[in-house]
């Protein structure tokens, strides 16, 4: 079926994108047959382990995973997993989405192009995490060195960031993560700056939620299937 097949796809680059971040702080995780894990907890905001098929169980996320302390994460990406037995509450919810290759993309303003330095890259994490720095240093020079991988800035007549996205690029789709536009910035405006710059012969997946869905709609992305994140007490 198309949709389990593209599924299968975006699950697999999600995946693929939190090794790549992993690897950028020292990390490396493993890929099972059904989940991909981390023994050694995550950077910020990445989960501990991914579940890749949907019949990953809990023991298969769970047990390559550290516990020691609070704060471990499993992204259920096929929102089939009960983790609550095990001390876990439900994060957030999202859905997978899905945008067909060979659509055109919308019409841009502002100047984007991919970030190549560590010096474009430290402004781009700036504006990314509101300033706040602490949350910046996620996003490490070895990045840039990754060729799955290309930071997106958008740029306005003055040269200030207005938003910016992350690709990660794979032989079937391309990912894109990590979205955000600066106060005054029309979301819509960096996801057809983003999609200019994505390849147009194969399909652009991700995955949002609440308001941040609406925009990517708007943009020519379907809804694909639920997903859902866990944290561990």
């Known amino acids: 079926m198309i949709i389990d097949d593209v599924l299968g796809d975006a699950v697999r680059d999600n995946a693929d994108w939190c090794q790549a971040m992993c690897r950028a702080h020292g990390l490396t995780g493993t890929f099972g ?3 991909w894990t981390s023994a050694v907890r995550t950077p910020l905001y990445y989960p501990d382990a991914v579940t890749l098929t949907k019949d990953a169980t809990v023991e298969d996320v769970l ?3 550290d516990r020691t302390a609070p704060g471990a994460s499993v992204k259920d990406s096929h929102a089939r997993l009960d983790l609550t037995s095990e001390g876990f509450r439900l994060l957030f919810e999202a859905s997978w989405i899905h945008r ?4 055109p993309a919308p019409a841009a303003t502002g100047d984007w192009r991919p970030v190549r330095t560590p010096e474009e890259l430290a402004a781009w994490a700036l504006a990314w995490s509101d300033g ?3 949350e910046a240093a996620l996003f490490r020079p070895e990045l840039l060195a990754d060729p799955a991988t290309t930071v997106i800035a ?7 960031i207005l938003g910016g996205a992350v690709l990660t690029t794979s032989t079937r789709v391309t990912g894109v993560s990590n979205l955000f536009a600066v106060d005054g910035t029309d979301p819509a405006h960096v996801w057809a700056g983003t999609l ?7 399909p652009a997946v991700g995955y949002e939620s609440g308001d941040d869905l609406t925009p ?3 943009t020519g992305f379907e809804e694909l299937a639920p997903l ?3 944290l561990a007490g």
């Open 132 to 134: 706040d720095a602490d």
């Open 154 to 160: 958008g740029h306005g007549p003055d040269g200030r």
């Open 33 to 35: 047959p059904r989940a």
């Open 100 to 103: 067909p290759a060979g659509l």
């Open 196 to 202: 200019g710059l994505s390849p147009a012969d194969r």
């Open 216 to 218: 990517a709609l708007a």
């Open 63 to 65: 047990t390559g995973i």
């Open 228 to 230: 859902r994140v866990w």
